[in-house]
């Protein structure tokens, strides 16, 4: 038997093999300008694989132009777009990681404010700053909240051209060298908001009872997975409950789970909640440390998919407990990655698997193991 803490085991999907459990996971940086990465996303996402981290996602990405969240996410609507997402990926497999792309339309929270400006709806102050309005799209016409815009309902034809642009934006991932791609359901996005009663009230095949609801998901996922290598893992982002009695519930996303699996997708990716409003959390429950884990537990045990865990997961102990126990497979590092970048490395040294900085770049490895020896120099009087 291994010492080896679960969270530092490699783990391998398909024919990829990620180092770790650790996987820093897809946080929109609302900083890319006409769907192009810029060098803000270079550095920001570089230093998560300099930091030890085993899988690192690039953040939403938009498969049409108006399916962007803001006017600053990123996208893989056009093949002018593959070259910035290239750099992300060579360099984060030149330091050990494996890049991983999420791709997905915003659907009725399309085209809304940086969040740093309202988080909302556009208004004539962001009009001032160039970021115009579009219209949104979504299953029905039915807005996000109150004073939101009124979306217009996606027609047969509209859905045919959306996965043909999801399968085209899956070609431009694999080209810009991705080992992972991410189908994003979850948050009250347009794929979300197809699975939730509470925003889809279409009586065609595309809505109804939750065969009809998870049609759309379901077909997405499975035009990716044709699109994506065979070798190549496919992950699929859930909100795994809506919050509401009357929205997606855990036994549904249970039920999905079961249908992705059979189509190849390789990973449930397990949140909650968004189908309101602009909170990613919102009426998910409480928010305290791991309070999404049980979702995650329930697709893995249930439906016998692997899954991730994510949400408030902050410390190693917290980790190693959840991937010990069987709850997940993988454990996803959001905020406190930007609050410590370094943060798999650090957690390799409280996990006692690195007492030497052995697992750290050389060009700064070296320089703290030199520290460590001579520390009484570091030292005040």
């Given at each position: ?230 070798e190549l893992p496919v ?101 406190e990655a930007l609050v ?42």
């Amino acid at each position: 038997m291994t010492d080896t803490p679960r969270l530092f085991r490699p783990i391998t999907l398909r024919g990829i093999t990620a180092r770790n459990r650790v996987v820093i996971s897809p946080m929109c940086q609302y900083a890319a300008h006409e769907g192009h990465l810029e060098d803000w996303h270079l550095v920001n996402l570089g230093r998560f694989a300099m930091g030890g981290a085993g899988i690192v996602f690039t953040e939403a990405t938009a498969v049409q132009k108006d399916g962007r969240i803001t006017h600053g996410c990123p996208g893989l609507w056009a093949d002018s777009q593959i070259i910035g997402h290239a750099r992300v990926a060579q360099f984060a497999l030149a330091h050990g990681a494996i890049p991983a792309v999420q791709l997905g339309h915003a659907g009725r929270k399309s085209g809304m404010q940086r969040p740093w400006f309202g988080n909302g709806p556009l208004t004539e102050a962001d009009f001032a700053r160039g970021d115009m309005p579009w219209r949104p799209v979504g299953p029905s016409e039915i807005p996000v909240a109150e004073g939101w815009p009124v979306p217009h309902a996606l027609t047969e034809e509209d859905i045919a051209a959306l996965i043909a642009d999801f399968v085209a934006a899956t070609r431009r991932a694999g080209a810009a060298g991705y080992k992972i791609v991410e189908v994003h359901g979850a948050h009250g996005y347009l794929l979300h908001s197809f699975l939730s009663p509470l925003s889809n009230k279409r009586t065609d095949r595309y809505g109804g009872d939750r065969e009809g609801r998870m049609r759309l998901a379901l077909e997405v996922a499975e035009a990716v997975r044709a699109a994506w290598p065979e070798e190549l893992p496919v992950f699929f982002r859930i909100s795994a409950v809506d919050g509401d009695p009357q929205g997606w519930t855990l036994p549904d996303t249970v039920e999905l789970a079961k249908r992705m699996k059979a189509l190849g997708v390789d990973v449930m990716d397990c949140s909650s909640s968004g189908i309101a409003g602009a909170a990613t959390a919102a009426g998910g429950g409480k928010r305290q440390p791991g309070f999404q884990v049980p979702f995650a537990e329930a697709v893995r045990q249930e439906a016998e998919l692997s899954t991730m865990a994510v949400g408030l997961i902050t410390h190693p102990e917290q980790a190693e407990e959840i991937l010990a126990t069987g709850k997940a497979d993988l454990i996803a590092i959001g905020r406190e990655a930007l609050v410590d970048p370094m943060w798999a490395l650090h957690a390799a040294q409280t996990l006692g698997h690195d007492t030497d900085y052995g697992t750290w770049p050389a060009q700064s490895g070296w320089w703290l193991a030199v520290r460590d020896k001579t520390s009484d120099l570091y030292r005040p009087e």
